[in-house]
């Protein structure tokens, strides 16, 4: 099985959306830009967030078993995919990619 690194690219945030809809929350998310882990097996790395990970499992599983190649050419690299986490207020795009 391959590993796959998963590395925290950018946060965006919808603030119209958040004044709207969302109850004021003290604490949202403890992922930084620029952080990585490494899934070995197809298994969600520690410390990364379980919810993101909710978003981005069956790629990085698919990528473990040495799949690629999603939606027919999507990604410059076949062996990678761009994922968001669910967070519809401030979601995170997460770059993941097959390193052996």
Known sequence: MNKVRITAIRQ???RDLMARYENPIEH?????EGEQWISINGERPEGLCPSAWLSMQSFVKALAQGEG???DGW?????SA???CNDGFRPF???I????
């Open 82 to 84: 761009m994922i968001s």
């Open 12 to 14: 965006t945030e919808y």
């Open 28 to 32: 949202t998310c403890d992922v930084r």
């Open 69 to 71: 190649n999603f939606y």
């Open 93 to 95: 795009s997460f770059y």
């Open 75 to 79: 990604m410059k690299d076949p062996m």
């Open 97 to 100: 990619e097959v390193t052996e």
